[in-house]
C-alpha cells in the first residue's frame, strides 16, 4: 500500500494525496492530487500542479481569482465528505465508540454491518497494524460502498482488516474477538452468538438510534447471565459561534444520533 501521509506530515503535498480544499464560505472538496489533474468550480479552476510541491496550509486561487485553502484531510472530514450508501456513524460517536468500547492497539473487532465502512475506518486505525478488524455486511451494494471507502482512504485494502459479505448471525461464532460493535437495526438478536465469539472480559457495544431499540437490547443483556456492567449513553457536541465579541453557540448542531450501549462478556456460570 502506498504511504499515507497524514495531516501535518511534514512532505510537501504529493502526487496522490488526498486534500480537502475549503472556499470562502468554508465548503469543503475532497479529492486527490494528479499531476496534469484540475479542480473546477464556477469561479475557475485550479491546476493540481499547482498544488504539488506547496506545504499543507497553503492557499491557492482560481483562474477566476477565488482563493482557497489546502490541507490533507482528517478522519471527521472523510466521515463527512465519502460517499455513502447507509447512515454513517459521525465523528463524535465515533470517538466515543473507541473509547467506551476501549479499541485498543493489537486488539481484534467484528463488527456489523459495515454500511459505508466511516466506523470500519475508525476501528483499523485504532486497532492499528497488529489489530485485526472483522467486518459483516448483509447488504451487497452497501458492501461495495464500504469497500471503496475503505480502500480509497487507505490507498489499498488494509492486510489487517476482512469484509464478510453475509450475515453476521451466520458468521460471527466462528470469529474469536475482543470487541464486538453492532450498528444495525435489532442488536438483541446477535446477543447469542455475540456471547460465543466474544472472549471473557470483552465488551460489545451497540449503536440503535431509537430509545426503543435501548429498550428491548437492555432487557435482552439482562436476561441473559454472560452479560453484565451494560451502560447506556449519548453524545452531545455543541459547536460554538465565536466573533469578536459575538460568542454564543451555534444555532444549528448535529444533536441526536444514538445511543451508546456497552456491556462486558461475563464468564460462563459454574455447572
Ligand atoms: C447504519 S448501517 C452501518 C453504517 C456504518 N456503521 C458506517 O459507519 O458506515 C447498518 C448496516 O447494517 C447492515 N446489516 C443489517 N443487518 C445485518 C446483518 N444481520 N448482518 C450484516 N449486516 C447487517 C445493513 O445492510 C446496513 O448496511
Not at 456471547?195 to 439482562?222: M, W
Amino acid at each position: 500500500m502506498p504511504e499515507l501521509r497524514y495531516p501535518g506530515h511534514p512532505d510537501p503535498l504529493t502526487e496522490g494525496d488526498k486534500i480537502l480544499l475549503l472556499d470562502r464560505k468554508q465548503r469543503r472538496y475532497l479529492m486527490t492530487l494528479h499531476s496534469g489533474g484540475e479542480w473546477h468550480s464556477h469561479h475557475g479552476f485550479v491546476p493540481h500542479d499547482e498544488i504539488i510541491g506547496l506545504p499543507e496550509g497553503s492557499r491557492v486561487r482560481t483562474t477566476g481569482g477565488s482563493t482557497l485553502l489546502v490541507v490533507r484531510p482528517t478522519s471527521a472530514d472523510w466521515t463527512v465528505k465519502a460517499p455513502r450508501g447507509a447512515q454513517v456513524v459521525y465523528p463524535k460517536d465515533q470517538a466515543m465508540i473507541v473509547t467506551l468500547a476501549d479499541i485498543v492497539p493489537g486488539a481484534v473487532v467484528a463488527e456489523a454491518g459495515a454500511g459505508s465502512g466511516a466506523l470500519t475506518a475508525a476501528l483499523l486505525r485504532a486497532v492499528g497494524p497488529a489489530g485485526r478488524v472483522v467486518s459483516f455486511e448483509l447488504r451487497e451494494e452497501h458492501a461495495d460502498v464500504a469497500e471503496r471507502n475503505v480502500v480509497e482512504r487507505f490507498g489499498g485494502v488494509p492486510p489487517n482488516w476482512e469484509l464478510r459479505r453475509g450475515d453476521v448471525l451466520e458468521g460471527l461464532a466462528v470469529v474469536e474477538c475482543d470487541r464486538i460493535i453492532l450498528d444495525l437495526a435489532e442488536p438483541w438478536t446477535v446477543l447469542k452468538v455475540a456471547a460465543d465469539a466474544l472472549h471473557p472480559g470483552g465488551i460489545l457495544l451497540a449503536y440503535t438510534p431509537s430509545v426503543v431499540q435501548v429498550t428491548r437490547l437492555r432487557e435482552a443483556l439482562d436476561g441473559d447471565s454472560r452479560w453484565g456492567m451494560a451502560q447506556t449513553s449519548e453524545t452531545l457536541v455543541r459547536t460554538w459561534h465565536v466573533d469578536g465579541q459575538a460568542v454564543r453557540p451555534d444555532h444549528r448542531m448535529v444533536a441526536h444520533t444514538a445511543f451508546l450501549t456497552t456491556a462486558r462478556r461475563l464468564a460462563d456460570a459454574a455447572e
